[in-house]
């Protein structure tokens, strides 16, 4: 449904170079890197915001038309939420909501209004200029006036940085809702690959202008290509064991460890309670850190197998 055709972008330098990606309907896909790495520019294009340097975006076999050739940038269907938050500054959080849905009769209008207003926790701020909101505020509206919108795809923009664990469920659960009822597709950038693992159908991984990988949340998550790479969704341990480096997450454990395990001798230094869990934490012989999630406190553990999952 929409597609990216060999994008590249520079200015002076090259910031994208050669990318090509396909989001089909009702789908979910996730952009994960360091910051620098190109992937709000990237995010401007698909939405028509910036004119690339070479390539185009195309969605249901129509160009969607840059800043340069079109008064009014990018495609109705396609709807972006980024830093800019591009709300209504002088109008108050329920105008913002409203305006994209005055075409609803009224009751259907107020009813979705208090729904985003509920989902996005605004009802302190409704009657409050857009301009005097705090940050993580205006996020929250632009979300709500983008969901507003009903596009067919939103492109969101590191959108859980401002929110807290709860809200970002509760949003988590909206937009996998959107994807069910209204085949909605979302496009999703972040710095933080664990923000968007629970989410994606698919992640792409960027690094400097560069798609480097793409995969299932799974495969990103157990079999990363790089320390580097596996930082990006979570801690990794990295080990020496004899002449070789053994790279594990912290739930790839055993206690009762066979033969076919990799054993590793630990001296534990302490507990960390996180509420569902624990966190574990040990020392090799060779002074390395190593962290394991569990139930119960292991304080008493001083060996372990390595075990990894498929
Ligand atoms: P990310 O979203 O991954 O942090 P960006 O797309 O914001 O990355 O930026 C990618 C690179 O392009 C950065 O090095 C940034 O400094 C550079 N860049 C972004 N916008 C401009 C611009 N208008 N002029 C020059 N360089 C830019």
């Given at each position: 449904m929409l597609e990216v055709r060999n994008i590249s972008l520079n200015y002076g330098r090259e910031v994208l170079k050669d990318i090509s990606l396909q989001l089909k309907q009702g789908e979910i896909i996730s952009i994960v890197g360091k910051s620098g790495s190109g992937k709000t520019s990237l995010l401007k294009i698909m939405a028509g915001n910036l004119e690339p340097t070479s390539g185009d975006v195309w969605f249901g076999g129509v160009k969607v038309k840059g800043p340069i050739t079109k008064l009014i940038p990018g495609h109705p269907e396609v709807c972006l939420v980024n830093q800019d938050f591009q709300l209504d500054k002088y109008h108050t959080t329920e105008?913002?909501?409203?305006?994209?849905?005055?075409?609803?009769?009224?009751?259907?209008?107020?009813?979705?209004?208090?729904?985003?207003?509920?989902?996005?926790?605004?009802?302190?701020?409704?009657?409050?200029?857009?301009?005097?909101?705090?940050?993580?505020?205006?996020?929250?509206?632009?979300?709500?006036?983008?969901i507003a919108m009903e596009p067919k795809v939103i492109?969101?923009?590191?959108?859980?940085?401002?929110?807290?664990?709860?809200?970002?469920?509760?949003?988590?659960?909206?937009?996998?809702?959107?994807?069910?009822?209204?085949?909605?597709?979302l496009v999703l950038v972040s710095h933080d690959g664990t923000e968007v693992l629970g989410l994606s159908d698919r992640i792409y991984s960027m690094k400097n202008g560069v798609i480097t990988r793409k995969g299932n949340p799974h495969k990103f998550y157990y079999k990363p290509k790089s320390l580097e790479d596996a930082r990006l969704f979570g801690p990794m341990n990295s080990i020496r064991v004899g002449d070789k480096r053994v790279f594990f997450r912290p739930d790839e454990f055993t206690l009762d460890p066979q033969d076919r395990h990799t054993t590793v001798d630990l001296k534990y230094l302490y507990s960390s309670f996180t509420g569902p869990v624990y966190e574990n934490f040990f020392q090799t012989i060779h002074g390395e850190l190593v962290v394991l999630f569990s139930f119960n406190s292991l304080e008493n553990v001083t060996t372990i197998g390595v075990e990894h999952k498929n």
């Open positions: 105008e913002n909501i409203k305006n994209p849905i005055l075409y609803l009769p009224e009751k259907e209008r107020n009813i979705f209004l208090e729904e985003l207003i509920d989902l996005l926790e605004l009802g302190s701020v409704r009657n409050q200029q857009a301009i005097s909101l705090s940050g993580g505020e205006q996020q929250r509206l632009a979300i709500a006036r983008v492109l969101l923009d590191e959108p859980f940085s401002h929110l807290d664990g709860l809200l970002r469920k509760k949003l988590i659960n909206y937009f996998l809702e959107l994807r069910r009822i209204r085949k909605t597709s």
